[in-house]
């Protein structure tokens, strides 16, 4: 019954930050996998970083990102808080899109299985 809620998107020029927020409603965020995706319109669901918990006995710890993000964006997890976060940075036109927290008990890569919970979605575009 647990919930996700993305915020701080919004619109900004190319070069500019923006800082996402998912605040978990109801639950505790997967001490597993935690991550953001984004989507444009037509285009599918792309992983953009992903963080899997240093208490994670299958994985271990593991932060990845999307290539067209590394460098830029990064992902961290205020646990006391149960909020994840998302620092962009240094944005670009092709970073427009719907961005979406998730976690779930299971990972591989950008692929999440098992428990899994979705935020709605908060939508980021970049002007050149």
């Known amino acids: 019954q647990g919930q996700l809620v993305e915020s701080g998107g919004g619109s900004v020029q190319a070069g500019g930050s923006l800082r996402l927020s998912c605040a978990a409603s109801?639950?505790?965020?997967?001490?597993?996998?935690v991550g953001w995706f984004r989507q444009a319109p037509g285009k599918e669901r792309e992983g953009v970083a992903r963080?899997?918990?240093?208490?994670?006995?299958?994985?271990?710890?593991?932060?990845i990102y999307g290539e067209s993000v590394k460098g830029r964006f990064t992902i961290s997890r205020d646990t006391a808080k149960n909020i994840l976060y998302l620092e962009m940075n240094s944005l670009k036109p092709e970073d427009t899109g719907m961005y979406y927290c998730?976690?779930?008990?299971?990972?591989?890569?950008?692929?999440?299985?098992?428990?899994?919970?979705w935020g709605q979605g908060t939508q980021v575009t970049v002007s050149s």
């Open positions: 109801g639950y505790t965020l997967s001490r597993y996998c």
């Open positions: 963080i899997i918990s240093s208490t994670s006995t299958i994985y271990g710890e593991s932060v």
């Open positions: 998730a976690d779930a008990t299971r990972c591989v890569g950008f692929v999440f299985s098992g428990a899994q919970h």
